[in-house]
């Protein structure tokens, strides 16, 4: 028989292939029924073929061998069957019979095909048409499942709980939207519901859990409904997310334990119901001792007779409220010792009756902050805030009143954040605990701009002052706050004076212009000589005109430059250059200066470095404003030296060496400062605007760089520029040195 099964006919065969024996015993199992059923051949062999026929389907199937395979007709049909794991597959069998020669039946060859995402297609479209309407009209989503555990439709609600399209789901095994430790009990429940199909509550006691396209788990509940259509029964799971639920259960039930305060419950007789561990703590009582008995236990004597008819008051109308406002109340220990406390009262509606929850906090620390620091604080010019650890304000001065319009009592005890504007609420408390982690008098948000925020909802600029206290109850933290809307608006009309400045000088400078351009211009029309000859005298007056010209011209073009800076309308052309010819365009304007004086200019350039991404032309600026100033302030037969390379990866260096007179310690507070020259003496022998290394320096701090001087005097100064580059790195190759 092996011989007879052997080949590709049977072992490559995608569909799976069985020999069945007459007594229903399976002699042959090839690959493909392998993957479809589970089994392997050998586990297969020998196997009855009522194993794998669903119960439901064994008489019909029986028969259908009987009427049409004995009788020497192919028998085609669809059936379900059982995979090794209990989980169904819905199959398209065609079945013959094998004869011997004498006629008998020698095996049936039964070819079976997985047409079950098929059927749940087919089953999809004939259901969809009868229930979409009553399905997308109920809140819960509803998943609708065939014998073979397969999808064959869903609402709406369904993929929005899960987050599946539904042409993702149709046609896939109801196991996706579980857990994965949950999928392999699965195959067994859902044969067990069809075998006794009803009316029901899913995993009733259990805690059941259904999985999001994301991967995200949620509790559920899963109420079952069989449903009986042309296409064989079907179940119906109505799924509702209880994630809600299940959180405000958790809640509820940890309230207790998570409150920071002592919380004690009460029945309308006054016996405590419900303790918390912090109630142990704070009144000195066993859990035990404290059940059962009457809540006039913690008060002390001199107010036990009253507080029967204040309770009697509260459960006549119960409402959430502070217990005592305006008063002070006292509480009693279990060792006879008073303190005081804050209490808030809220009604609990539970199945046996009102219940009333009583939120108890020891302010024994408040009464002591206050007493330290009360006439501190009141003396204080501003607004004061002390708060605790946990971001609680224990005290606060009149002046805090004032700014924030809350009256003290509405602000103590109160989280701090409340005083800040909705969206730094999230921060605020790591900011907190950051500065109790390192304690120590600073500003508060250096460099930021910060907001308080009234009772009335208005915001307003603040400064804030912070102090670390440490109390014998520990650290407190005392915040000085300042309104700084004054400040704010000063410094709003002085950005405003600087920028109408700016522009009177940008509109001073261009009426300026025109008629000193007419002055250059026939002043080098006439030196030119080109209207006639001159002699030696109307020469040397020219020059003079003509010098003074060029400087009143210089010192226009550098005041507008300072005023569009200072009016932020300097704008940046990056381009990419070489730096080679941007050094050359530069020393062609310094070289006749210097070579006058016989001072030597000599060039250096990183071997690495070729070109770079700046604005070119502020870059020949900053660099012809240093050059300028190394001739300049250089005597006769000195040197300057101009070397750029790169400081670390991200940054452009240019440094400007000269060995000339120096600067005196005593002018580098002057030395950027606009219209102040160094050299002031008399004669004022070196000339110049006074804005140079002004708008030098402002030049260089529009681009986020920074420049530096290194000077001693008589022996010389260092200029040294850092430009940030932008990201990339530049072009690289060798460069020597030389003199221009």
Known sequence: MDTEFAGEVWAENPDAILAIAPDGRLLHWNRAAQDIFGYTCAEALGLSMTDLIVPRDRVAEEMKIQTDVIAGAVAIYESVRKRKDDSLVHVSISSKAVLHADGSLRYILSTNKDVTHLKSLRDSKLVESKFRDLLES???????????????????????????????LVGKPVEMLLPERFRLGHNAHRANYFSQPRTRTMGAGLELYGLRSDGDEFPVEISLSPLETEEGTMVMSAVRDITDRRKAEQKFRGLMESAPDAMIIVGRDGKITLVNSQAERLFGYQ?????????????????????????????????????????????????????????????????????????????????????????????????????????EIVLVNTQAERLFGYPRSELLGLLVEMLVPPRYREKHPGHRTHFFSRPRARSMGEGLELYGLRKDGSEFPVEISLSPLETADGMLVSSAIRDATQRKRYELALHEANRLKSQ????????????????????????????????????????????????????????????????????????????????????????????????????????????????????????????????????????????????????????????????????????????????SGSARRFGGTGLGLALTKKIIEC???????????????????ILPLPAGAPDLVPSAPGEL
């Open 504 to 679: 009177f000088l940008a509109n001073m400078s261009h009426e300026l212009r025109t008629p000193l351009n007419g002055i250059i211009g026939f002043s080098e029309f006439l030196i030119d000589g080109k209207p006639g000859s001159l002699n030696a005298t109307q020469k040397e007056y020219l020059d003079d005109i003509l010098n003074s010209g060029r400087h009143l011209l210089r010192l226009i073009n550098d005041v507008l430059d300072l005023s569009k800076i200072e009016a932020g309308k300097m704008e940046l052309w990056p381009e990419t250059f070489l730096v080679q010819q941007a050094l050359e365009e530069a020393c062609s304007v310094i070289i006749p200066l210097a070579t006058k004086k016989s001072i030597s200019v000599r060039q250096k350039i990183a071997a690495k470095l070729l070109s770079v991404t700046l604005d070119r032309q502020k870059f020949v600026q900053v660099l012809l404003n240093l050059l300028s100033n190394a001739v300049k302030f250089t005597d006769d037969g000195g040197a300057v030296q101009i070397d750029v390379d790169y400081e670390g990866a991200a940054n452009l260096r240019l440094r400007v060496r000269d060995n000339g007179i120096g600067i005196s310690p005593g002018d580098f507070a002057h030395l950027f400062v606009e219209f102040q020259q160094l050299d």
């Open 138 to 168: 109920t809140p819960d989503a509803i998943v609708m499942v065939n014998v073979t555990g397969r999808i064959v439709l869903v609402n709406s609600q369904a993929e929005k709980v899960f987050g599946f399209d539904r042409t993702a």
């Open 287 to 391: 859990r035990a001792e404290l059940l059962g008995q009457s809540v006039e236990l913690l008060v002390p004597d001199r107010f036990q007779g009253k507080h029967p008819g204040h309770r009697g008051e509260f459960f006549a109308q119960p409402t959430p409220r502070s217990m005592g406002a305006g008063m002070e109340l006292k509480a009693l220990r279990k060792d006879g010792s008073e303190f005081p406390v804050e209490i808030s009262l809220s009604p609990l509606e539970t199945e046996e009756g009102t219940l009333v929850m009583s939120a108890i906090r020891d302010i024994s620390d408040r009464e002591q902050a206050e007493k330290k620091f009360k006439d501190l604080l009141e003396a204080a010019p501003d607004a004061m805030i002390i708060v605790n650890r946990s971001g």
């Open 703 to 721: 681009q986020h760089g920074r420049i530096s001087v290194i000077s001693n005097l008589g022996q010389g100064s260092t200029f040294t520029v």
